[in-house]
């Protein structure tokens, strides 16, 4: 066994994971500053700070630990090979991006909203109870914008970083890492349009036949590789973007703006200044074939981490599955943590099931082409990594460096 140092106890205060939720567990905010795409890309609350520790007002329906005779594990217990403490870094706040992570969350999850984390003790999908803490550490405000690598690449004590395949080839050099599991199946990058201002703009190329301006995340790998390609005009791009629809509603849909297909087409909507539907352009529509959910691992470690990440992914790609179909219960559990890491939380229970919705119709969540869960096409993104680190101009990493499904478990799929 592979010993933190800690002991396997949650810190912080416990949030009920079973419960009854209020009619609005967290209202749609009337003010703008604050939402985000939870796409790292800004902050959701108007100063950066996280919000002081506090209980959400919840009414718990028990806080025992799920009944279950558990079953025999065929694999074996994770504690016989992985640390005590399983750390996994994200990029931003709790969101249908890293549900797969929450559900694999036991009773009485502890949230410490001075560092923004959450965990308890690791309880599979089946109901087995593990004896072992998965650690759950938010990004962006929490962390000062780092990147989930960089803090991978600093801090031994994480197993785990979120990350895309975009990211992880630009910063292979300074903190390489190989992506292990992937909690969706393709990119949640899209462009926003308002349909009423442009009703014949709905795909890449008339975005860019009509020449409006693109609002984007400064530095993005997205909007280069839109206008390295061609299917943007450089001219069109603007820089700036802080992750929150704002300049959009503000704008009156006369700009478009990136976004995330799990947030976005139901955050926008919902918001009493816009009150109306948008189109959200699917950015794999021009070739952009990144991988947006990687969790990955120091690559000088694979092979100290093999026999916990031979245990560890399956159980996550089991996860994937289980909140896809069923994300209720575990967007409960986010909603209150969100709401306990900022007074600005934006996305209620009933917005972030509509975002697991529409994810599973568009293929966000999904098996891919050969109905395995959480893996990697390689054939798919071996030419788009080589096309890429042409227009970010950097060294190209082979895909077999970047990715791995050595991990994966090829029974594992949404089918059942």
């Known amino acids: ?61 028990s806080t025992a630990a799920p009944t279950t005779t558990q079953p025999p594990v065929e694999d ?11 750390a996994i870094q994200t990029t931003m706040l709790p969101g249908p991006d890293v549900g797969p992570l929450f559900a694999l969350l036991g009773p009485d999850p502890q949230v410490d909203s001075a560092t923004a984390t959450v965990s308890s003790q690791l309880v599979r999908v089946d109901g087995t109870a593990e004896d072992v803490v998965l650690e759950l550490r ?79 995340r400064t530095d993005d790998p997205f909007t280069a590789y839109l206008a390295g390609t061609g299917a943007l005009d450089p001219t069109q791009l603007v820089a700036g973007f802080d992750g929150e629809p704002a300049a959009f509603v503000q704008s009156g849909g006369t700009i478009i703006q990136q976004g995330d297909a799990l947030v976005d087409p139901v955050l926008i909507p919902s918001l009493p200044q816009w009150g109306r539907p948008i189109v959200a352009i699917d950015g794999t529509e021009s070739g952009w074939a990144a991988y947006d959910d990687v969790l990955a691992v120091r690559r000088t470690e694979v092979d100290e981490s093999a026999d916990c990440l031979e245990r560890l992914v399956p159980v996550i790609q089991q996860a994937i599955t289980a909140y896809a179909s069923d994300p209720n219960e575990t967007n409960g559990l986010m909603t209150i943590t969100r709401a306990q890491f900022t007074p600005l939380a934006r996305l209620t229970v009933e917005l972030m099931d509509a975002g697991v919705a529409e994810g ?46 050595d991990f994966i478990d090829p029974s594992i799929t949404s089918a059942g």
């Open 1 to 61: 066994m592979q010993d933190s140092g800690k002991r396997a106890t949650p810190r912080g205060r416990a949030v009920p994971r079973r419960w009854r939720l209020p009619a609005i567990a967290v209202a749609v905010g009337v003010a703008l500053a604050g939402c985000s795409s939870d796409d790292g890309a800004g902050p959701e609350t108007t100063s950066g700070t996280a919000a002081a520790t506090t209980t959400t007002d919840v009414t718990p329906e």
């Open 76 to 86: 074996g217990p994770l504690i016989e090979v992985c640390p005590e403490r399983i």
């Open 138 to 216: 938010s990004g962006g405000p929490a962390v000062g914008f780092a990147t989930a690598l960089e803090l991978l690449a600093a801090d031994p004590e994480i197993l785990l970083a979120q990350t895309s395949t975009a990211t992880a080839l630009r910063h292979d050099s300074a903190a390489p890492s190989l992506g292990v599991v992937s909690l969706t199946d393709r990119s949640r990058d899209v462009l926003i349009v308002d349909p009423a201002t442009y009703p014949d703009v709905d795909t890449i190329d008339s975005v860019r036949d009509a020449g409006i301006a693109v609002h984007h």
């Open 360 to 405: 599973v119709a568009s293929g966000v969540f999904g098996d891919g082409a050969d109905s395995t869960t959480g893996n990697f096409d390689t054939d798919r993104l071996e030419p788009f990594l080589t096309e890429l680190s042409e227009i970010l101009e950097v060294d190209p990493v082979a895909v077999d460096e970047l990715v791995t499904n």
